[in-house]
């Protein structure tokens, strides 16, 4: 990704694109901006040609009347070069009246891309009278128009070109400043984030704005790292209710496992309640045969004993492995643990000490006595998952006012 990321700076083909469009943009607005500058000023040179030929009548023609009537060739020729001197005068002469024959000319020649126009050269003695002496020809040409147009166009161009060019660099290294590195930062970060770093926060380089002038770029970071907290917050949620999933599926597995035992326990105590009832019956038939006080009535006596204490034991087993219909009755809740302790003792592990502190007044409650041990165990088997190195198991009785 570090790579790309900076081939596409490199190349920046947004940047790029975008510049390419400026350029077109300006590149057409340049030339219809000439092409107006460069009609205006046709119409403007048109009217200063139009202009100055109408100020021959007044500024030429009497003095070339003067030199014509007085046959002044010299003075006549330096008149004509002057005029033709400026850039537009192509081409002048002075024609006699009769058969239109050229008296003088200045160089040059006529062409079709030019305008004409003839001054008739009348002289005016000082006794009034009036002589004509022929007419002044003067063309003015199109080409030094046309010319000094292009001349200015192509300059024109130029120094618009060079502006482009340079504010297209400036513009590219502004863009690529203030937008594009951004764009792909953004890039670079979205693509790298996974659901194990989403701690890690969209930062951008760049000036820190006031909240009233905050831009795109802060808007569009602040809807990341929101979205990013909102993913973070939904993963920690994921994985909690999976977590107390898998609590609920290892309770139920070890409530599955407990109902197994349950039920392997009630068969195997059924049996074994089998097997102790002749033997209390037979310790007691012998111990009938022999007077009180003798040493066997005290065996059989204690045999029978013993038979009683295991049948009792098998009881509480089978009670407890029992699934019967709930059977609410008015126990004290001190004499079910008291009668259950020794069935508890011998099912928790070894290294855990159970120790209970019973209320010394009566706890009576309405309550199934079957389903109230198998809750006692329930939480004596938790408790003791919670201690895997050991530990001391409570339990407590007493009277509380809810």
Do not use: C, W
Request: glycine content about 4%; hydrophobic content about 40%.
């Amino acid at each position: 990704m570090k790579n790309n990321y900076i081939r596409l700076i490199t190349n920046s083909p947004l940047t790029f694109k975008l510049i390419k469009k400026i350029l077109l943009l300006s590149v057409t607005m340049i030339v219809l901006s000439v092409s107006v500058q460069l009609r205006l000023q046709y119409k403007s040179n048109i009217k200063e040609i139009n202009q100055y030929l109408e100020s021959i009548t007044e500024t030429h023609v009497p003095a070339i009347t003067e030199s014509v009537y007085n046959i002044n060739e010299r003075l006549i020729y330096y008149q004509l070069k002057g005029m033709q001197s400026l850039d537009f005068i192509s081409y002048v002469e002075i024609r006699e009246n009769r058969g239109g024959k050229i008296f003088v000319s200045s160089a040059g020649e006529i062409s079709r891309e030019e305008i004409k126009k003839e001054y008739p050269l009348i002289y005016t003695s000082s006794t009034d009278k009036v002589t004509s002496l022929g007419s002044l020809l003067v063309s003015v040409s199109y080409k030094e128009i046309y010319k000094r147009l292009y001349h200015k166009a192509i300059l024109t161009l130029l120094v618009n070109i060079l502006i482009i060019l340079l504010l297209s660099i400036f513009l590219f290294i502004l863009v690529e400043k203030t937008i594009t590195r951004h764009i792909y930062n953004i890039a670079y970060y979205t693509e790298g984030i996974s659901l194990s770093n989403l701690n890690k926060k969209l930062i951008l380089k760049r000036k820190i704005l006031p909240e009233t002038k905050e831009d795109e770029f802060s808007l569009l970071v602040q809807s990341i790292n929101e979205m990013r907290m909102r993913l973070a917050e939904e993963v920690s949620i994921r994985k909690k209710n999976q977590q107390e999933k898998e609590n609920l599926r290892e309770q139920f597995n070890q409530s599955q496992k407990l109902e197994s035992i349950g039920r392997l326990a009630g068969g195997v105590a059924h049996d074994l309640n089998n097997l102790l009832t002749p033997i209390v019956i037979y310790s007691e038939m012998i111990g009938n045969q022999f007077d009180k006080g003798s040493e066997y009535k005290g065996f059989s006596e204690g045999i029978q004993e013993a038979g009683l204490k295991a049948k009792n034991l098998i009881a509480q087993l089978l009670t407890f492995s029992k699934n019967s219909p709930r059977d609410y009755r008015s126990e004290d809740l001190n004499r079910i643990i008291e009668g259950f302790e020794k069935l508890l003792r011998r099912t928790i592990l070894e290294n855990i000490q159970l120790k209970t502190s019973l209320s010394p007044d009566s706890m009576m409650i309405i309550a199934d006595k079957n389903q109230l041990e198998q809750v006692i165990m329930n939480l004596a088997i938790n408790a003791q998952d919670a201690m895997p190195t050991g530990g001391v198991l409570s339990l407590e009785t007493k009277a509380v006012l809810l």
